[in-house]
T-cell receptor
Framework: GAVVSQHPSRVICKSGTSVKIECRSL??????MFWYRQFPKKSLMLMAT?????????EQGVEKDKFLINHASLTLSTLTVTSAHPEDSSFYIC???????????FGPGTRLTVT | GIQVEQSPPDLILQEGANSTLRCNFS?????LQWFHQNPWGQLINLFY???GTKQNGRLSATTVATERYSLLYISSSQTTDSGVYFC???????FGTGTRLKVLA
């Protein structure tokens, strides 16, 4: 149990375009979903936390207008990188939990390359 | 801010060897998890262990909350154990610095 999917697994886009990444909990209801960013050979950094039906809470230094997060249902959250630039290239990983402080289950990640 | 330090940062083992990975944290722990990130980037839950000891096959973990550390034991390592191991203070959404493990055949 506790499977989280992420789509797409890889995406290459041109600078200035927007990219949407989907995160789905397949076999449980995720009250809370999280979005992380990971640079090569580095640890994961939390970008934002979202609860179903409410606005996301962004970490300090994360631009909310650039990284739009929507958590429309208990099984789906989306991250949209707007007007992407090469410095947005990274590995983005979502996770889902039944509650804000419960065990988290991670998706397989999305590797974004902005050219 | 809260610090989560892992040691060693890098580890190379011969297949069959045992190892101990350590996670030190500067805050009191509520929820702590250990993960294995495989070479493709997928994070795999190993243990959810705010305190005490748990075992799962060749892996076991111990968290001593009062002394602010957690240990992950890998016995009889296999090449498939290669990857990066992270501990995380789940309730603070903070990940440790990671231990990069390579197991040689």
């Amino acid at each position: 149990g506790a499977v989280v999917s992420q789509h797409p697994s890889r995406v290459i886009c041109k600078s200035g375009t927007s990219v949407k990444i989907e995160c789905r909990s397949l076999d449980f209801q995720a009250t809370t979903m999280f979005w992380y960013r990971q640079f090569p050979k580095k640890s994961l950094m939390l970008m934002a936390t979202s609860n179903e039906g409410s606005k996301a809470t962004y970490e300090q230094g994360v631009e909310k207008d650039k990284f739009l997060i929507n958590h429309a249902s208990l099984t789906l959250s989306t991250l949209t990188v707007t007007s992407a630039h090469p410095e947005d290239s990274s590995f983005y990983i979502c996770s889902a939990a039944s509650g804000s402080f419960d065990e988290q289950y991670f998706g397989p990640g999305t590797r974004l390359t902005v050219t | 801010g809260i610090q989560v330090e892992q040691s060693p940062p890098d580890l190379i083992l011969q297949e069959g060897a045992n190892s101990t990975l350590r996670c030190n944290f500067s805050d009191s722990v509520n929820n702590l998890q250990w993960f294995h990130q495989n070479p493709w980037g997928q994070l795999i839950n190993l243990f959810y262990i705010p305190s005490g000891t748990k075992q799962n096959g060749r892996l076991s973990a111990t968290t001593v909350a009062t002394e602010r550390y957690s240990l992950l034991y890998i016995s009889s390592s296999q090449t498939t154990d290669s990857g990066v191991y992270f501990c995380s203070l789940t309730y603070k959404y903070i990940f440790g610095t990671g231990t990069r493990l390579k197991v040689l055949a």
